[in-house]
């Protein structure tokens, strides 16, 4: 027979790369995964590492051992969550991760939802952009991840993922005041010679303009790049430059900003993460009721002007 828990040390040593990040992950020291490998090889009689450098790689043995784990682990955890469906009141902690915007206004909402309904789960939030909490739900650090992908962006997702639509975003033009036109939509080719504020680098919130900018014939002349969407709108209203804002982002622009549609529409779509079968556990299907109930108000089927977001 296989022990379960050698088996749990060989998946952390495939999923973090390492045996000393295996070790961190598992709260094991580095000789102890050593010895547990060790073992686990002696049960199998197949060599299960071999040297690598400095490190250690796994065999086309330990490759296949993996993906039968995988399956393993995923039966265990619905065990488990059905053991938990048993108990009259849903108790646990769901560790989520979300991207600020959604972080503000979704998740504060659900939490207050969950306060009052289901006292007995406890939160624990990190914000997070997608490129960073997709990693998190697929290693075990978090349960729940409220991710984003835009039209012109796809986010390939990996298959051990359960996805849940909670919202669609729209994505709108910011504008300073003294910026000419009125509300109706306007093209990003005739903002060509402006400057443009943009989030940092390396995220999809900076690439999708980068790529709608690209759509309308030019390279954007980024002249500020900022984390927090708040700070670009107050450098719009200062007249420093203008950007593309996600809807959600700009819930409550400051005075100075005009947000418009682009006429050449960009959408955002919102959505949460788990791991597949993740959601038969009480906690985490309570947890995600909750987003997707409190999600429902910043839906653009709401009523507003055209030119708020």
């Known amino acids: 027979m296989l022990d379960v828990r050698r088996l749990r040390v060989l998946h952390a040593v495939s999923t973090y790369g390492t045996v000393t990040a295996a070790a961190s992950a598992l709260g094991y020291t580095a000789p102890a995964v050593s010895q547990q490998l060790a073992a686990l090889e002696r049960e199998v009689g197949l060599a299960l590492t071999e040297r ?7 065999t086309p043995a330990a490759e296949l051992l993996v993906a039968h ?11 488990e969550a059905d053991l938990a469906a048993l108990r009259d009141q849903v108790t646990g902690r769901v560790a989520l991760a979300a991207f600020p915007s959604a972080a503000a206004t ?14 007995h789960v406890r939160l624990g939030l990190e914000e997070m952009e997608p490129e960073e909490s997709l ?24 298959p051990l993922f359960e996805r849940r639509e909670l919202l669609t975003d729209p994505v709108l033009l910011a504008l300073p005041d003294r910026c000419p036109g009125g509300g ?7 903002l060509g010679d402006w400057p443009f504020l943009a989030p940092r680098s390396g995220t999809a919130c900076a ?18 790049r900022a984390t927090d969407f708040r700070v670009l709108l107050s450098l719009v209203a200062a007249g420093a430059g203008v950007t593309l804002v996600p809807g959600l982002a700009a819930w409550s622009p400051p005075a100075g900003v005009r947000l418009v549609r682009p ?42 002007s055209d030119d708020t977001p």
Not at 106 to 119: F, K, R, T
Not at 135 to 158: C, K, N, W
């Open 184 to 190: 109706e939509p306007v093209g990003l080719a005739e």
């Open 106 to 119: 979704v998740v504060a909402a659900a939490w207050a939802a969950l306060s009052a309904a289901a006292p």
């Open 52 to 58: 690598a450098g400095r490190g250690i790689t796994l």
């Open 263 to 304: 006429a050449e529409p960009v959408t955002r779509r919102i959505f949460t993460v788990s791991r597949r079968g993740g959601d038969r556990a009480p906690a985490v299907r309570v947890v995600l009721d909750a987003l997707t109930a409190a999600a429902a108000p910043y839906n653009p089927t709401a009523a507003r």
């Open 69 to 79: 784990t995988d399956a393993l682990l995923n039966q265990l955890d619905a065990a």
């Open 135 to 158: 990693p998190a739900v697929r290693q075990g650090q978090a349960d729940v991840a409220v991710a984003h992908e835009y039209d012109i962006f796809p986010r390939p997702l990996d």
């Open 207 to 224: 690439e999708m303009i980068q790529r709608a900018c690209a759509r309308a014939g030019f390279v954007p002349r980024i002249v500020a």
